[in-house]
């Protein structure tokens, strides 16, 4: 039999009404726990791996959109589509975009 301050639910309030009953605490794995660090790892390197190789040619001032978020001038800015929203970008991500700024 375990002590009162063993049990992780002695001290946790019953849910009020509308809310989800949380789980008991499950003992946690350590091989299981290792193998899904070693997942999430795997997932991120992949992303760091894409996000290093684009920042290598796309300006990180260009959203997903192909619009600019920079507060300055630059030549591949166009208007917007709708207006009052965010400059299009019209830069190809093949460039050094670094040469379109105006910096002064
Ligand atoms: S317009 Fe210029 S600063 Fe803006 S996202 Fe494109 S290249 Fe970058």
């Given at each position: 039999?375990?002590k ?7 001290n946790?309030?019953e ?6 009953r949380?789980p008991?605490?499950?003992p ?15 997932l991120?390197?992949s992303?760091m ?5 684009l920042?290598?040619r ?6 997903r ?5 920079a507060g300055?001038?630059?030549?591949n ?19 050094d ?6 910096t002064a």
């Amino acid at each position: 039999m375990s002590k009162p301050e063993d049990d992780t639910r002695a001290n946790t309030p019953e849910p009020s009404q509308g809310q989800a009953r949380v789980p008991p605490r499950q003992p946690v794995d350590p091989a299981e726990y290792q193998q899904r660090l070693d997942r999430v790892t795997e997932l991120f390197e992949s992303m760091m791996s894409t996000a290093n190789e684009l920042s290598t040619r796309r300006c990180p001032y260009k959203n997903r959109h192909d619009q600019c978020t920079a507060g300055f001038g630059c030549r591949n800015q166009r208007k917007p589509e709708i207006e009052g929203h965010l400059m299009t970008c019209a830069g190809d991500d093949a460039l050094d975009y670094r040469s379109a700024w105006e910096t002064a």
